[in-house]
């Protein structure tokens, strides 16, 4: 048997969470850390960790974990925190780089953190520009592998009611996807269970240094055997 890597997952409560932890079951080759600040049922047949606290107390869940990978799936929108730019950053931008943090304090060799496509620090878009502002703070964290996810439109099932600008892009996406070509192809939206089949591809990867992964590159890993 290969040997096995130990992954903590940080935000297993969302769309990508949940789908990672449905993903890794029946993997013997993942052995699953799931951290989160309310519980969340578990997959059938998942046999796997999972870790409750408030979020101040993350980084001591993250360093129980024992990771060797870890996943970072955190994500808010400006609507969903009442408009307030100074909530979304607090999640988007302070919370993900205080797990990462803690991440390579904890002994972490690889992070894998989902972003979005688009992100640009330079970006006019404020969510974007946040994106593309922790994407930059998270390389010189000096990771020895960090895999960024640049996922577009997320398609999968929420909890709660989904969003309506989602809700209308999920019953486009079909029809907009064929004509998102050439450099429009990273804009191309995604299933939250093929991102997490990415993300458990990706985990205990050898290889050193920072990858971004886009739309194409992402299809590329999911034909890999």
Not at 38 to 50: I, K, Q, S, Y
Not at 91 to 116: M, N, P, T, W, Y
Request: glycine content about 8%; aromatic content about 4%; charged content about 25%.
């Amino acid at each position: 048997m290969s040997e096995q890597t130990r992954v903590v997952l940080v935000g297993a409560t969302g769309l990508i969470g949940r789908a990672v932890m449905v993903e890794a079951v029946g993997r013997p080759d993942i052995h699953l850390v799931a951290v989160a600040r309310r519980e969340v049922p578990l997959p059938p047949g998942a046999r796997m960790e999972m870790l409750l606290s408030d979020t101040s107390h993350w980084p001591d869940a993250i360093a129980a974990g024992r990771p060797h990978t870890v996943v970072i799936a955190l994500g808010t929108t400006i609507n969903a925190v009442g408009g307030s730019r100074q909530a979304f950053r607090a999640v988007d931008h302070d919370l993900v780089l205080e797990c990462a943090a803690a991440a390579k304090a904890a002994g972490a060799r690889q992070l894998i953190v989902v972003s979005s496509v688009g992100a640009q620090f330079s970006s006019k878009n404020f969510y974007l520009s946040v994106k593309g502002e922790v994407e930059d703070k998270l390389a010189k964290l000096h990771f020895d592998r960090l895999d960024v996810i640049r996922p577009g439109l997320l398609r999968g099932k929420r909890d709660g009611s989904p969003r309506p600008a989602e809700r209308i892009g999920m019953i486009l996406s079909p029809l907009t996807d064929l004509l998102m070509l050439g450099s429009l192809r990273k804009y191309r939206s995604a299933k939250a269970s093929d991102v997490a089949k990415v993300i458990l591809k990706l985990a205990g990867t050898k290889q050193h240094g920072r990858v971004v992964h886009q739309h194409d590159e992402m299809q590329r890993i999911l034909r890999r055997g």
